[in-house]
């Protein structure tokens, strides 16, 4: 418990300790009033200064509004010990809420201890430990056995495993050596590391997923919304209702009028709309939360209420499905050597992230001359074009060569990077990619939880691809398109399902147009990559694409939550409702519905964090 939830448990417990004390004292006038004022204003005086300050600000209606009307209104007509109990049962709740609250803020900072504290520099053969936020690109940090990673950046010296869990979840240790990169937030375990920083600290991988986790609270949901504006409608129609009750009856039938006044008052008691006010976003809260501890970033309710939904998923393959780390089966150069071939196209490729690019500058080991290399152009979806020791290299597929006029031998061996040379071909290398071990589990899990359609949309040949969907189980196939058909595609998809919303996944590599145009964006293996972080609405901190099933059951499993209580809540409160307006319930009855039905969402609420998930 905090200082400041301590002090209202310990104004609770003396108010109600004053009030029991007081019934074994009858007092009479004035004296009773001032004697149960004082417990009153123990527990009722934030609330009274709640309103007032929320009606300056012009915000009249909201339920510290219905509290004092209620409570002013019973002290009014002499019902002391009711107001006192109404406002004592409306701090426990209150009181229960920012624990419930602090809970789940508490695991996500959980998330948050991949914040580093400090960084040791090593600056001229002198080590020393400075604030993260001090290191500059190319400064060598010395990363200990058992400290967190502070930067990002690649190893200059040593071994290690860390434990990347913090990130991505993720229990099993990684081990890196030289010339790896590491990501800031994960932890040293076992070997000195020395390694040289990346990116300064705003732009470090921790710096970007903390401010994300802290943005997110700002992208509500659809129901989080709603409430607030039914609470906003709601609560005046309240009043108005319980001024009629207290009038309007009395003046026709002549009735005794503080019983209608005391039946308006506990129908101001019941209405007040605070379960459904903290329990629904305490419950997007906590589903975020139990998504973020799997490594699941997801960045608002808004993006979990779409994601429970979701009806189509949408893989692009390269790197998402695949490994994207391909390997080269065959080699068949045209007036030049093999050695030649690879050579030249391992330059050309030399400043790609393209997956492609990577893995043929991986096969050929040797070191590259990039000096020979100049004017390299990305063609997305087709290849690249660069000037390599003076000559035109184009390295791509069969579009590209069409493209560019130069006539290619055709091959049906899997996916085919063609070189050309001015123009001239040089012969075609294949590269093979390896399917993810858990891509095949995770379209059936996918399935079982009621997704109705998975798709692909793939750059790479037809046969390839449908050889891959074959294998997984997808349903839909859709290959040898641009980047920009991607993007046609996923509209025609979203278009197509009326009721349902479609997510697309991919690895952040020239897919960010498709990351930002679907309903749901969902970006695999942030470990890594800015831009991945920055397009998609949920981020996955590994690669595995298991992981969207299981986002996709937290995302559900909040949602039922959320409709839970919304019903639970509803119902009750008008049932109350109806009974305090017969007169048929009494205010500690009242008090004690709307308490009791708010701890209880609460409590159903904080059910989305602690499911246990496989
Ligand atoms: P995917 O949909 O599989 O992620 P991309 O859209 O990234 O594929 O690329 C589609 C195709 O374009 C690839 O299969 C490849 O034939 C060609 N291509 C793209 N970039 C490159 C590159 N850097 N080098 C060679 N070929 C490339
Ligand atoms: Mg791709």
């Known amino acids: 418990m905090t200082d400041k939830q301590k002090k209202s448990l310990l104004k609770i417990i003396i108010s109600a300790l004053l009030l029991i004390a007081l019934t074994f004292f009858p007092t009479y006038g004035y004296i009773r009033f001032f004697a149960y004022i004082i417990p009153y204003l123990i527990v009722g005086l934030p609330v009274l200064k709640k309103a007032t300050d929320n009606i300056s600000h012009g915000q009249v209606f909201d339920e510290n509004f219905l509290m004092c009307l209620a409570t002013i209104g019973a002290l009014f007509i ?56 001090e290191a500059v690109i190319g400064d060598i940090m010395v990363i200990k056995p058992g400290e967190k990673i502070p930067l990002d950046g690649t190893i200059l010296e040593g071994t290690s495993s860390i434990n990347t869990s913090a990130l991505t979840g993720e229990s099993l240790p990684l081990d890196v050596s030289k010339g790896d990169s590491i990501i800031s937030g994960c932890i040293n375990i076992n070997g000195m590391l020395k390694a040289e ?25 659809h129901t989080e919304n709603f409430i607030t504006r039914f609470a906003r409608y709601y609560t005046p129609i309240v009043v108005i209702s319980a001024v009629i009750l207290a009038f309007v009856p009395p003046l026709i039938t002549g009735g005794d009028f503080t019983d209608w006044l005391m039946r308006a008052l506990n129908f101001l008691v019941v209405s007040c709309p605070c379960a459904l006010v903290i329990s629904v976003p305490l419950t997007y809260f906590s589903g975020i939360g139990c998504a973020s501890k799997q490594g699941i970033l997801i960045k608002g309710s ?92 184009y390295v791509g597929n069969e579009k590209l060569m069409t493209q560019i006029g130069c006539e290619y031998e055709k091959a049906d061996k899997g996916t085919i990077v063609h070189v050309a040379i001015e123009k001239e071909y040089a012969g075609y290398i294949v590269i093979a990619d390896i399917i993810k071990e858990d891509s095949k589990d995770a379209i059936s899990m996918l399935k079982a939880i009621g997704i109705e359609n998975t798709v692909i949309l793939s750059g ?68 890594g990559s800015d831009a991945a972080i920055e397009a998609a609405d949920i981020v996955l901190m590994d690669d595995k694409p298991s992981k969207i099933s299981l986002a996709v059951k937290i ?57 246990k998930y496989k």
């Open 555 to 611: 995302a559900k499993n909040t949602k039922k939550i959320v409709r839970q209580n919304i019903v639970f809540a509803l119902t009750v409160k008008f049932i109350v409702l109806i009974l305090s307006a017969l007169g048929m319930s009494n205010m500690w009855e009242a008090v004690f519905a709307d308490v009791g039905v708010s701890v209880l969402a609460i409590l159903n609420s904080t059910r989305a964090m602690k499911i």
């Open 78 to 133: 002499g019902e002391y010990p009711e107001a006192i109990f109404v406002m004592l049962f409306y701090q426990i709740g209150d009181l229960f809420e920012t624990i419930a609250v602090g809970k789940s803020r508490n695991s996500i900072s959980d998330l948050m201890n991949i914040c580093p504290e400090y960084v040791n520099i090593e600056r001229n053969g002198i080590l020393s430990q400075l604030d993260p936020d």
């Open 197 to 221: 920083v990346t990116k300064e600290y705003s732009d470090s991988t921790v710096s970007k997923i903390i401010e994300l986790v802290e943005n997110s609270a700002e992208n509500k949901a």
């Open 302 to 393: 808004n993006y979990l209420e779409a994601l429970a939904k979701a009806k189509t998923v949408v893989f692009d393959k390269t790197g998402t499905l695949t490994k994207g780390s391909f390997f080269i089966t065959e080699i068949h150069p045209k007036n030049i050597s093999e050695n030649k071939l690879i050579e030249i196209t391992a330059l050309a490729e030399s400043f790609s992230t393209h997956p492609i690019s990577v893995s043929i500058r991986n096969a050929y080991n040797e070191n590259l001359d990039t000096s020979r290399v100049s004017d390299i152009k990305e063609i997305s979806g087709y290849g690249v074009k660069a000037l390599v020791d003076g000559k035109i290299i």
């Open 460 to 527: 790479d040949k037809k046969a390839v691809v449908e050889d891959i969907s074959k294998e997984l189980g997808i349903d839909t196939v859709y290959a040898e398109l641009l980047p920009d058909d991607k993007v046609k595609k996923l509209e025609e998809l979203i278009n197509s399902s009326s009721d349902g919303s479609v997510a697309f996944v991919g690895d952040g590599i020239n897919d960010a147009p498709s990351i930002s145009r679907a309903d749901i964006g969902i970006a695999m293996g942030a470990m």
